[in-house]
């Protein structure tokens, strides 16, 4: 009914709010795009050799 997957009604059970832009409308996310381009770049690419590594970089992109 309301296209919601199971992550967007967790975050609705948080109290996080949901806002959704225009399709093919990247212009109205840009802070959010970049910051999944500076995510890739710092934490994800090269990946780490393992799980545990990987979580650790991602740790250390958050503390940033």
């Given at each position: 009914?309301?296209?919601?997957?199971?992550?967007?009604?967790?975050?609705?059970?948080?109290?996080i709010e949901?806002?959704?832009?225009?399709?093919?409308?990247?212009?109205?996310?840009?802070?959010?795009?970049?910051?999944?381009?500076t995510?890739?770049?710092?934490?994800?690419?090269?990946?780490?050799?393992?799980?545990?590594e990987?979580?650790?970089?991602?740790?250390?992109?958050?503390?940033?």
């Amino acid at each position: 009914m309301f296209n919601l997957s199971k992550l967007s009604v967790r975050w609705l059970r948080l109290g996080i709010e949901i806002e959704r832009i225009k399709s093919g409308n990247p212009q109205q996310n840009g802070r959010h795009e970049r910051m999944h381009l500076t995510l890739k770049l710092e934490a994800a690419r090269p990946a780490a050799a393992n799980f545990l590594e990987q979580q650790g970089k991602f740790d250390d992109f958050i503390e940033v």
